[in-house]
């Protein structure tokens, strides 16, 4: 067992959109990711899925609604609810989810990062 630095493991990477695997927590995943830009609107039809701002600002948009994350805030975007991460300025992300979950969801992408390419860091 050992501490994780979230600084340092946002150092390692440069590429968006593209989480990294930083810890396990039962059946889920801890991934960081760093935000320029948008993600495609996706779902998650099977799982919820937790953004929490480190740095930076994220705009979580959905159909209805935008919900606007500063550092230190996080929002669950519930299992079903179609949804696009935006970060105009940038933003670095820790993200929890259970380990089969694409980061776009059931639609596939030139931003998905198949489960088997995401890297621990």
Do not use: C
Request: proline residues 4%.
């Amino acid at each position: 067992m050992s501490k994780v630095n979230l600084a340092a493991k946002f150092k390692k990477f440069d590429d968006l959109w593209s989480p990294k695997l930083v810890g396990e927590l039962n059946e889920n995943y801890i991934k960081v990711a760093k935000g320029l830009g948008e993600l495609e609107w996706h779902t998650h039809d099977n799982e919820d899925e937790f953004f929490l701002v480190v740095s930076g600002h994220l705009d979580i948009h959905l159909r209805n609604q935008v919900v606007s994350l500063d550092p230190g805030e996080f929002f669950v975007v519930p299992k079903g609810v179609e949804h696009r991460p935006v970060a105009i300025e940038g933003a670095e992300i820790l993200l929890i989810e259970p380990r089969e979950t694409l980061h776009t969801g059931s639609r596939k992408t030139e931003q998905t990062v198949a489960i088997e390419d995401q890297a621990w860091i």
